[in-house]
């Protein structure tokens, strides 16, 4: 069962170099994949702990909001393989005490337009 209990992660969109459709490459490559990845995990665990304000669960399930400059087709199972970082961010802010499937459920994602402020909204729902 799911209550109206909800918590919004607002994080800038991940930089193209987490998308798996980006090749590594090189040593140099997986150094900025690395450095990205810990960089979306920190500002991530920092977002959920503004937005969570103390707030722990033990199940949960996300929706994913991608505002986009420009509206065009989208592969949505490549935007959420780039937000695992930001899962694992939330996951050390302590809003859930794991981001696997015993605790956490994605509903998938979704494109609007924002011209003015492109962004990552999700949106965690408290399941019982």
Request: aromatic content about 8%.
């Amino acid at each position: 069962m799911t209550t109206n209990e909800q918590v919004i992660v607002v994080l800038p969109l991940p930089p193209r170099i987490l998308s798996p459709n980006c090749p590594i490459g090189s040593r140099q490559g997986r150094f900025m994949y690395a450095a990205a990845a810990k960089k979306q995990r920190r500002i991530a665990r920092q977002a959920t702990e503004d937005a969570a304000r103390g707030t722990v669960w033990n199940k949960a399930t996300v929706k994913v909001v991608f505002y986009h400059k420009t509206i065009r087709r989208r592969d949505d199972v490549n935007h959420l393989a780039m937000l695992k970082s930001a899962y694992d961010g939330v996951v050390e802010a302590g809003l859930l005490p794991d981001d696997d499937s015993r605790h956490l459920k994605t509903e998938g994602a979704e494109f609007r337009q924002d011209k003015e402020w492109p962004r990552v909204e999700m949106i965690f729902t408290r399941v019982e």
